[in-house]
């Protein structure tokens, strides 16, 4: 599931061809991923309604429109592009839904598992409210950090990956950050020392960072808005590198199941 990073990465990528752009119909052929309402009254809501704005928040693209807030969540294989007006329709069976822009261009939402959602609300707190601090935004202190995780008897990982704890972080940035970290996956939060939680609150950030530098891994359904990779996950030191030798002390990385998620971390300096 595209994280943090590659949703930061398509929303850079659209943001220059969505914003200013009026919306002038909406077509769905699967109108189960629309929470709340039909396709047809949503389609009624959106029509007209400028782009004013788009950001992320977590792991959602956010649509200021000029009276109601549009968010998608790609979830497992969504993708979103513009197809410029005059260009040939790409040859795409997966597309759920198509937003036609007053310039003769169009947003299309793509989506082989069905598993992503739109919604179309007059305020985004209905869905965004039990969602933890952005790891990137300059009011995530270390501080903040460290009581997000105190008093946590669960496991570090699965808490990283908790949305309600911090936003956007899943299973792949949540093992290259314990790997930066030097932190074994399986340790209980309240066990981590005031150090410990500083170098994880620093890992987190770069590993994100990180990604962002290099637009994102797709390593399965992740496309950039131009349709083109990522190249994150040439850069990983343990997401999906068993077997291989840590790049810090040359032993293998092992693979785990924690959380019924697959987990790497190197046993050898990861304590
Ligand atoms: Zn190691």
Redesign the pocket.
Known sequence: MPELPEVETLVRGLRPDVTGRMITGFESTWPRQIVGMDSLAFADRIYGQRVERLWRRAKYLVFDLSSDVLLVHLKMSGRLYVTPQGQPRPDDRWVRAIFLFDDGSDLRFSDLRKFGRLYLVGNMESITAQIGPEPLDESFTPALFAAALTGRARSIKPLLMDQSVIAGVGNIYADEALWRAQIDPRRAANTLSSTDVERLYHAVRGALNDGIDHEGSSINWYRKADGGTGEHQNHFNAYGQQGRP?G????PIHKIWLGQRGTHF?P???V
């Open positions: 840590c810090r002390c040359g032993g190197c050898v300096c990861q």
